[in-house]
């Protein structure tokens, strides 16, 4: 019998998505639903389990964490991209990871979740309806306003094409932004420091890398309109937060709204979460029944074809 490690399912849906007693004779399957304090929990946790199934980036599959699970032998984690596992040493390990789809149309709605909060402030407005007060702020308009995308992907593609929509002007920048697509979407080209001057509302869309870590600093923030909001549903370190603490304090730019951090979850006593002008949301971009569904049961598959020495949606 394998023995699996479900972890990081803080919703505690797997065992809703996947009828465990359907695989009792074949697997052993073990939940985590609250996050490792630190990864010595994590090894101390792990060590007997021959796979793990993990969810996005929750927690680190590192070098030292592989090393110290010598029964490991297959990894099945959310999406086919995961920036934390350390491939190099699972494939000196010999242990098999692998992927799964999903949908990307769900980060492209929050991200209109996040814009549409802040300019209506619905938070204020939510908190104060159940304080007991009516009316209290003044919203924005979205038609005619621009909207700077840092990424026209498959998400920032979407984004564009909703901004349209409500009548918005759009630009993009990334480091290699396909023009012929820009011009198809009717969106305007534009260099970074163009984008930072010129747009209302700013949307991040970059995947993670060396180029785009620390991309938005106290400088770029600097250069934004006072009346700028700035929306991340990419990946933490894409901001400095500590520059974006600051400028919040300060009103260099007039709000921000985040689904992502540098640290997740979100330490309780942050100073994001103290601040006003500030929109939060604890990562859930990805978070849907959908894709949970997609996610899991697709990780049972990949274990059933590895199991069977036919490994699909291989992450190498």
Partial sequence: MIKVAVIDDYQEVFQQIIEIKKYKEKYDFKVFNEPFLNEN?????????????????????????????????????SGMRNNSIDLQSTKK???????????????????????????????????????????TTIGLELKGKMLGLIGLGKIGTQVAKIAKAFG?????????????????????PMNKEDLLKNADIISIHVVLGDKYKNLITKKELSIMKKTCFLINTSRGQIINEDDLIKAL????????????????????????RFLPNALLLPHIGYVTAENYSKFYKQMIENLEACLAKKPIRELK
């Fill in 41 to 77: 929990e994590a090894i101390v946790a792990l060590e007997d389990f021959e796979a793990l199934f993990i969810m996005r980036e929750r927690t680190p599959i590192t070098k030292s964490l592989i090393s110290a699970l010598p029964k490991l032998k297959f990894i099945m984690t």
């Fill in 93 to 135: 390990n010999k242990i098999i990871v692998c992927g799964t789809e999903i949908n990307s149309n769900p980060a492209a709605e929050i991200t209109w979740a996040l814009i549409l909060g802040l300019l209506r402030n619905m938070k204020q407005e939510i908190d104060n309806m159940f304080q007991g007060y009516w009316q």
């Fill in 168 to 188: 918005m002007e759009v630009c993009a920048w990334s480091e290699n932004l396909n023009l012929s697509e820009a011009n198809e979407l009717g969106v305007l």
């Fill in 249 to 272: 304090k300060d009103e260099t730019i007039a709000g921000v709204g985040l689904d992502v951090y540098e640290k997740e979850p979100l330490p309780q006593d942050h100073k994001l």
